[in-house]
């Protein structure tokens, strides 16, 4: 059974970082891309950051230079190092892992940047 487990979100002041985690578990096959997606209130879900297998990575613009998104193929983790955090950054950040004909998504965790 896939399993996709988040972890990191919490509450911090604007300039500060956090890291995101997300293991994933239960796949037949290989996963090939894995990435983190935002949803803050009263807007659309949005792509933040995307990893392929081959470590080749693509930002929002809103993050690049801040975000950071790396991956650990042997343990199928995915990582988001988030610093310089603004305020705008607030949202349900979602992990999302994709392998042979499906994709998958993480429970969402919260990440709340005060002023």
């Known amino acids: 059974q896939v399993q996709l487990v988040e972890s990191g979100g919490g509450l911090v002041q604007a300039g500060g970082s956090l890291r995101l985690s997300c293991a994933a578990s239960g796949y037949i096959f290989r996963i090939n891309s894995m990435g983190w997606y935002r949803q803050a209130p009263g807007k659309q879900r949005e792509s933040v950051a995307t990893?392929?297998?081959?470590?080749?990575?693509n930002y929002a613009d809103s993050v690049k230079g801040r975000f950071t998104i790396s991956r650990d193929n042997a343990e199928n983790t995915v990582y988001l190092q988030m610093n310089s955090l603004k305020p705008e950054d607030t949202a349900v950040y979602y992990c999302t892992v994709s392998s042979v004909m499906r994709t998958d998504w993480g429970q969402g965790t919260q990440v709340t940047v005060s002023s």
């Open positions: 990893i392929t297998r081959a470590g080749m990575t």
